[in-house]
């Protein structure tokens, strides 16, 4: 943790008082577009943010939620939850995932570093399997990175080198999953003339085969187990890209969804099952959706469900998915040193704090938040509580998700009086987003903004504080542009939908009956971002931010 010498001691803001209760929102997927049908938060019904957009023009603004304001490499990086709820509790720009790979691959550092050298001891016997996400996307894994750490291994004495490949069509347009294979076939192809045994060993869709998150369905961990692991899956194929190419054949096939397949030889045996004496990486940087399978392959005494075998492997990740749990124990490229969030300093500065979510996001108002950290800060002083999220459907079946039951424990927590900050995630505009289904997430944006009202409503009752933001985009924006801003059309002439978060600021809505009347938001912060909101959030409780924070959004007249 922080350094010995650090005070933790907040100095009083000059104008604002303490004792206010304090109500954080976070819409998840919540930006802000121009308006059209294919905008849901605008095609909704949303009362509740209307209002605030338009009823105090003063207290409420956009800020910037992706790229280099959450830490991320260029501005052409869309945000995503966990860069956000990091910049928005920590409240400084921090080096993220994507960007701590770059770096570490640019320089050559992550094969100098203890988890390269772990794994690499495996390398004059064994076989490198990589893991992970095959995308150009940028939210949880990238091509580029994955060709060099290819190239890089393969110069450091890997012979033989297996990939195990996960579709994407989530965070990149559904059936560019062709394109990405063809393109690391290519590479694997011209190590194969160097003399060194590479081909894809495995693959499946993302939402389909091991990517699952929060321990939401670990049969998804299971799919992947079985074909990466074991060998064994339903579709068997010599090549991946015919494998890609006839499961999207299939009806209703998309690249999210495609179903475990394994690579075999001429013989029908498959090339690249995982084996004693085997290295193992997961190469996706992000870390909610491979926490899951970090604990299958790292746990002895793993119970979710039956590996059958259990080789003995030197397994490594890109990065630590979860600092508190040390998972996974090995990583190529060290995470984020985030040390003394806004949460940290207000709770020990007597700030009794409440956070809530579903199950999908509670991570991110609580681990995320607090800087990629698990568990309290003082748990005399905190209450986390988590609602558990529908499972075995797509969001888009029941998109009024947990949103409701979100609020009421939120309105529970301010009317008791025993919290002086309320923390929530309503997190429909974003998952439901990410089904493409334009009609459920209408319903979505519009449930969330009743959850608003039921928060606003308790807050107006103890004459509290609220300040309304989101993570990033998704729900404004439900379809690919062309260049000129048009939709862009598929070959049959249709929209193609985007399932994707998105570029478009955020806003940042402040009010209720305990406001300061002279508070208003400054006018002179260049390019206002989400690290903005925590010095924000510490002037509500009557509190200056620490020096080194990225400065306030409001200022106090008179």
């Not at 450091?156 to 994407?168: E, N, P, S, W, Y």
């Not at 085969?209 to 321990?215: G, I, N």
Request: net charge negative; glycine share 10%; proline share 4%.
């Amino acid at each position: 943790m922080a350094s010995s010498g650090l005070s933790w001691t907040l100095p009083d803001h000059p104008k604002l008082p303490k004792g206010k209760t304090v109500a954080v929102v976070v819409l998840d997927g919540w930006g802000e577009a121009n308006a059209d049908k294919y905008n849901c938060i605008h095609v909704a019904e949303t009362p509740v943010m209307d209002s605030l957009k338009n009823g105090a023009p003063e207290r409420w603004r956009l800020v910037k939620a992706h790229g280099t304001a959450v830490g991320l490499p260029s501005d052409d990086d869309m945000g995503n939850s966990e860069v956000g709820h990091n910049a928005l509790g920590a409240g400084r720009i921090f080096a993220q995932g994507a960007k701590l790979v770059d770096l570490a691959l640019a320089s050559g550092k992550i094969y100098d570093g203890e988890g390269f050298n772990y794994i690499k001891e495996c390398f004059a016997e064994g076989t490198l399997h990589l893991i992970g996400l095959l995308s150009d996307g940028g939210v949880h894994s990238r091509l580029d990175q994955v060709q060099l750490l290819l190239k890089g291994a393969s110069e450091r004495g890997a012979k033989r080198i297996r990939v195990h490949i996960l579709t994407d069509g989530r965070d990149v347009l559904d059936g560019s999953s062709v394109g990405f294979v063809e393109t690391l076939e290519n590479d694997l192809s011209q190590l194969r003339e160097k003399g060194i045994d590479a081909r894809i060993a495995s693959g499946g869709g993302r939402m389909n085969v091991t990517m699952d998150r929060y321990e939401n369905d670990w049969d998804v961990v299971k799919r992947g187990w079985d074909a990466q692991v074991l060998g064994e899956a339903p579709y068997k194929f010599q090549s991946a890209v015919e494998a890609v190419k006839t499961l999207r054949a299939e009806p209703k096939a998309n690249d999210q969804y495609l179903p475990p397949f394994v690579i075999v030889d001429e013989n029908g045996k498959a090339v690249g099952p995982v084996v004693d004496g085997d290295a193992v990486v997961t190469f996706n940087f992000r870390a909610d959706r491979m926490v899951m399978i970090a604990k299958s392959l790292e746990y002895a005494d793993f119970d979710k469900f039956d590996r059958v075998r259990v080789p003995k492997i030197r397994y490594a990740g890109m990065l630590q998915y979860d600092g508190e749990l040390k998972l996974p124990s090995h990583y190529l490229v060290s995470p984020p040193e985030i040390e003394r969030t806004s949460g940290e300093y207000l709770v020990k500065n007597g700030v009794r704090t409440f956070a809530c979510s579903e199950t999908v996001k509670f991570g991110h108002v609580t681990f995320f938040w607090n800087g990629n950290r698990s568990g309290y800060f003082d748990e005399t002083k905190e209450e986390y509580v988590e609602i558990p999220s529908d499972s075995g459907i797509t969001f888009n079946v029941k998109p009024n998700m947990k949103a409701l039951e979100i609020a009421e424990k939120a309105r529970d927590a301010i009317l008791s009086g025993k919290f002086d900050q309320v923390r929530v995630n309503l997190p429909n505009g974003d998952m439901v987003g990410h089904t493409g289904d334009i009609d459920a997430t209408v319903v979505a944006c519009k449930v969330a903004d009743e959850a608003v009202k039921i928060i606003l409503d308790a807050v107006e009752q103890v004459g509290g504080i609220y300040l309304v933001t989101a993570d990033h985009g998704n729900a404004e924006d439900m379809v690919k542009r062309n260049k000129s801003g048009q939709p862009a059309l598929d070959k049959s002439g249709g929209i193609q939908i985007l399932t994707s978060h998105t570029l478009q600021p955020v806003p940042v809505a402040i009010g209720g009956p305990g406001l300061h009347p002279g508070v208003k938001f400054r006018s002179d912060i260049q390019t206002p971002g989400l690290a903005n909101v925590a010095a924000t959030v510490m002037n509500l409780h009557g509190y200056e931010a620490p020096a080194d924070y990225e400065t306030t959004l409001i200022e106090v007249d008179n």
